[in-house]
C-alpha cells in the first residue's frame, strides 16, 4: 500500500488539519441540511474531523453516518473520539475499514457486521478533503465512482473535493523536482511539526509526487525525522464533469471554494456535485 506514511501517525495528520484553517465544515453541513439524507457515506474519512460532526448532526436530525477508510492508524483514532461522543450521536455512527476502490466489498462486510440489510443505499456520498486524489489512474477513478453510483439510490448526491490543478505549481515541477521549500510549521500543546516539501508533476500521467520531510519535536523533547510521499491524481474540471457523466450521474454544480462560490479560472478548490440519475 503506498499511502501517505502521515496517515500511519494520526498525531501528526491531526495536528497538521488543526493548524490549517480548512473552513469545509459549515459547507458540508449545509449541504446535509439542505439534502435530508436518511444515511450519509463519508469515504476516506481519516481521523474523523468531519465525520464526528456530521454525526452529531445526524443525531440532531435523524440521519446516520458511516465512514470508511483504508488507513487503520487513522480509523482507530477516530474510534477514540467516537468514544468521548455522547450516546445518540455514537449510535448515529459506523466506522469501517475498507478501500474505496472496492466498495462493494468493503460496503458488503459491514452490512454483514451490522447484521443490515445489504442492499441499503446511501442517500449522500461524500469524498471530502482530496480523498479523490488518491485515485491515481483512471481504472481506480472509474471504480470509486461506479461504486458510489450502485451504493447511491436514484437521485441522491455524490460530492468530491479536490486542491484545483495550479499550472505555475505543475509547470515548477515538470522537468525536475522543484526546490524543497518549508510549507508548513505548526506548534500545539508542546509538540512542533515542521514539513518542508518538492513536487514533481509527471503531465503525461497528471500525477504529482510531493515528497514531504517531516520535522516533529515531542513533548519529551525527542525528535522524529521521517518521509510521507504522496502521489497524486491532478484533475482538471471538465475531466471531473466526464467522471460523473460517464458512470451516471449529472453533474450538479462545480464549486470553487467552501463559500459555494463557482468554480473560476483561479479557484484554489474544485468541489464537484452530481446527482445520480
Ligand atoms: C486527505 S485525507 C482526508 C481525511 C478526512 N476526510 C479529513 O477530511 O480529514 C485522505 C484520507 O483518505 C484515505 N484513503 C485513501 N485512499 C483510500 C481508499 N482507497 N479507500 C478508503 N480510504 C482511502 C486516507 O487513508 C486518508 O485518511
Known amino acids: 500500500m503506498a499511502l501517505e506514511e502521515v496517515y500511519r501517525r494520526p498525531d501528526d495528520y491531526e495536528l497538521e488539519t488543526q493548524a490549517r484553517e480548512i473552513g469545509d465544515l459549515p459547507f458540508w453541513t449545509g449541504l446535509l441540511q439542505r439534502e435530508r439524507p436518511a444515511r450519509v457515506l463519508e469515504i476516506g474519512c481519516g481521523c474523523g474531523r468531519l465525520t464526528l460532526p456530521l454525526a452529531r448532526l445526524g443525531a440532531a436530525q435523524g440521519f446516520s453516518v458511516t465512514g470508511l477508510e483504508i488507513e487503520s492508524a487513522m480509523l482507530r483514532r477516530a474510534e477514540e473520539h467516537a468514544r468521548d461522543e455522547a450516546a445518540p450521536t ?163 454544480r462545480l464549486l470553487g471554494s467552501y463559500r459555494g462560490e463557482p468554480y473560476r479560472a483561479r479557484s484554489p478548490l474544485l468541489l464537484a456535485l452530481g446527482r445520480a440519475v
Open 90 to 252: 455514537r449510535q448515529a455512527l459506523q466506522l469501517a475499514q475498507g478501500d474505496a476502490r472496492g466498495l462493494d466489498g468493503a460496503l458488503h462486510q459491514l452490512h454483514r457486521l451490522a447484521g443490515a440489510e445489504d442492499s441499503a443505499a446511501f442517500d449522500v456520498i461524500l469524498m471530502p478533503y482530496g480523498v479523490a486524489h488518491h485515485f491515481t489512474t483512471p481504472d481506480e477513478q472509474l471504480s470509486v465512482w461506479r461504486g458510489a453510483r450502485r451504493w447511491l439510490r436514484a437521485g441522491g448526491l455524490l460530492a468530491v473535493d479536490v486542491t484545483a490543478p495550479d499550472l505555475e505549481r505543475l509547470l515548477a515541477g515538470r522537468d525536475a523536482p522543484t526546490p524543497r521549500r518549508l510549507d508548513l510549521e505548526v506548534s500545539c500543546g508542546g509538540r512542533t511539526l515542521r514539513r518542508t516539501v518538492a513536487t514533481r508533476y509527471d503531465a503525461a500521467t497528471q500525477q504529482e509526487t510531493l515528497a514531504y520531510d517531516y520535522h516533529v519535536s515531542e513533548v519529551d523533547g525527542a525528535v522524529r525525522d521521517y518521509r510521507s510521499q504522496f502521489t497524486m491524481r491532478v484533475y482538471f474540471p471538465r475531466e471531473l464533469a466526464l467522471l460523473f457523466g460517464a458512470t451516471g450521474f449529472g453533474m450538479e
